[in-house]
């Protein structure tokens, strides 16, 4: 079993629509959680960060956060067409010299 | 803070020549990560310097792999005698001490062995 797991997509919504990505995990020990976002041939930009459980907005994003589950997610509201591309959820273990796991990635398509 | 650089941007070699990638951290973070990232999948870890001690390496890591990281402030990640399964995306990342250990990428080496 991966690290992360993820749906590899690709999700499709229309602009304007809430797109919703998804994310699990398997250590029970992960302490940190992110999300990126990456546009094809470019390396991974940080779009948030959560460390506890429930819900963390910051714009047109939230992170929901579901310890007992093992469970990320990332709402996108009023989806544009440049949100389109590939997000990554990723979770931080620092019992394990800190690691970073990354999942495949969901490929999002946002159409006008 | 001008980011995380990496040099080069892009590198094509023959197979069973050597190549040395650089990177430069952000000035603050003593955290330094390289990873590899293939078409289609996320980034996987490769090695982990807290300064200049090299903490931790992947298994991924064979023995034609390796990397530094001098004085703590820039690393390199050499690769020796390529074969055309190194051709990947090599990304260096760097994060502050906990609490906010967050990494933030640099712009990524494209390696193509032909």
């Known amino acids: 079993q991966k690290e992360v797991e993820q749906n590899s997509g690709p999700l499709s919504v229309p602009e304007g629509a809430i797109a919703s990505l998804n994310c699990t995990y398997s250590d029970r020990v992960s302490q940190s959680f992110f999300w990126y976002r990456q546009y094809s041939g470019k390396s991974p930009e940080l779009i948030m960060s959560i460390y506890s459980n429930g819900d963390k907005e910051d714009g047109r994003f939230t992170a929901q956060l579901n310890k007992a589950s093992q469970y990320v997610s990332l709402l996108i509201r009023d989806s544009q067409p440049s949100d389109s591309a590939t997000y990554l959820c990723a979770v931080n273990i620092q019992y394990n010299f800190n690691k970073f796991y990354f999942g495949s990635g969901t490929k999002l398509n946002v159409k006008p | 803070d001008t980011g995380v650089s990496q040099d080069p941007r892009h590198k094509i070699t023959k197979r069973g020549q050597n190549v040395t990638f650089r990177c430069d951290p952000i000035?603050?973070?003593?955290?330094l990560y390289w990873y590899r990232q293939t078409l289609g999948q996320g980034p996987e870890f490769l090695t982990y310097f807290q300064n200049e001690a090299q903490l931790e390496k992947s298994r991924l890591l064979s023995d034609r792999f390796s990397a530094e990281r001098p004085k703590g402030s820039f690393s390199t990640l050499e690769i020796q005698r390529t074969e055309q399964g190194d051709s990947a995306m090599y990304l260096c990342a760097s994060s502050p001490a906990p609490p906010r250990e967050t990494q933030y990428f640099g712009p990524g080496t494209r390696l193509l062995v032909l």
């Open positions: 000035s603050e973070h003593n955290r």
